[in-house]
């Protein structure tokens, strides 16, 4: 296992200090503030961990021990909520871009960056013509050894949450390692993953306006991106479709819409549909795979559409874990999801 | 031309108010701070432009007219400086992440997304022999047509500065829509682009250490990322060397070293190694092409140089233009450089 995933850049000007037990200490200097506050994306929405100055003007504190896994944290400095200036990990989002933090784990977890062969992601761009000719960018993972061979893969369409980029599942997510340690382990068949932007109508548009997002992004898919995909990868035409929270929704939308086009169906944590009832009436793919965590605001509507699924006598795979609204738990859901596809 | 790049993420909580004079109104709500203030990259290193707060607490500043670029900026609040917490494109660095903002022009810049075909960028991972194993990024762009091609490309190095990362050159420097743009006009060969990250040793280390940076970079270029690149991609044996600042000293250690290997060398704003003299008993490149910007704090020991390779009879090219340490000008001389390559 390695020390340092080195996603960008090397961190020496230390903005963590993990300790051995697990406990993280987080610092920021700001001699003039009179109030700083911290968060981590394990923490109950809204929370805030008090954080104390010392006589050089360093804010500090200690929070955890932490499970091993990638978290999200910021800091309130007299009420402006900011990332972390010394850190160049981040998760860059529309409000707020916010800072990342690795406890490393003494056993190996799947999304930590080991000595396998790694894939490689594509940044493509393409003018969509279902978006009105705008440059915008899909992210493409290839598993090892695509470049060397002639083979053709299947492909997952993976999307990501309402506030976040088409880079988050790779920067954050660590999608491409998932992958990788699964195809090395044996436990996942090589695949492409592609990782479009969901936002097809501007990010904090008008109610109105945001509620065309999901039929303007399932035609920017059919019309854009599945063709650009399928005229440039080696690709099957065996495909699966996943998302979380509002990619969740995505995903079931286009999923139970096109079932002839995906043979599976993988939501996390979505935000599902209001109007996934009418959408069942087709008969879903092959695999329909989907799972919350009990500390999720959005699992009341993932109980009620198992119930309904159940109910239609639909055949899906419902599974609750601990957890929140984060990538902690979309990770581990990734890595369960994958080894379904394509067996 | 295209009113919006969207390299990430659509935005609309406009963090940036551009006007038609090219004049740029920022703000940034921070009710409860004392003193606000704004850092464009054009600016005078150090200086400070105060922002005015309104009965709101949200602070702002108008700047400008500004040329047509694309910039950097920061805000420091009671302090401590930060990145815009609302605009989702950045600057990652180790010290300090900061913001772009672009001001578009009513011409075409050779660093907008047009609508022309357009290439891709890889990133690809690595365990680096040169160091210790660590897992490290590269990227890699190729131009339009490579993956539906068999043709062989010739090969282009090119490196970032100091407090940068290897995204630089493409989230910030917009290097492949340069290449995107120049291929398209017909003035530039088609070529792969391979952007390493430049920071061997860790950033931030003690002098001694850091004194070893270019030798163990250049260890790494020649014994992980030439090999793995030349393993992956359709690559002819014609390559190019380049770099700004800090990758302008690799680039012109590297480049002058292996002559050999490489049939043109560019630097830009380059950090000229301390023992370039010494450097010189080699037959340089057959294109040595070095350019600084008259208000750059490089540009003495640019001018140095120059007048050392005229003293040394060393056919070479330097250019002087107007402009400061920063991506403004180095785009420029990207587009100035390529052209010239491979030919």
Known sequence: MLKNTLFLIALTAAAQEIHPDRRVTFSLEAPQAKEVSFFGDWMKAGAKEPMTKDAKGVWRVTVGPLEPNIYIYSFTVDGVTIADPVNPRMKLRARTSASLVEVPADTELPWQARDVPHGAVEINWQHAKAIGGEARAFWVYTPPGYAQ????Y???????????????????????FILDNLIAAGKATPMIVVMPFGHAVPFGSPREVQAKNVTVFEDYILRDVMPA???????????????????????IHIGLRHPEMFSALGAFSAAVPENAGALLNAAPPKLFWFACGRQDFLLDRNRGFDKLLTERKVKHVYRETEGPHTYSVWRQYLAEFVPLLFR
Chains 1, 2 share one sequence.
């Open 154 to 176: 299947p492909v997952l369409y993976l999307f990501h949450g309402s506030n976040d980029t088409a880079g988050g599942w790779v920067l954050v997510g660590h999608a491409n």
């Open 229 to 251: 995909v399928e005229g440039k990868y080696r690709v099957t035409k065996d495909r699966a479709i996943a998302g979380l929270s509002m990619g969740g929704g995505q995903s």
């Open 149 to 152: 061979s002639k083979k053709k």
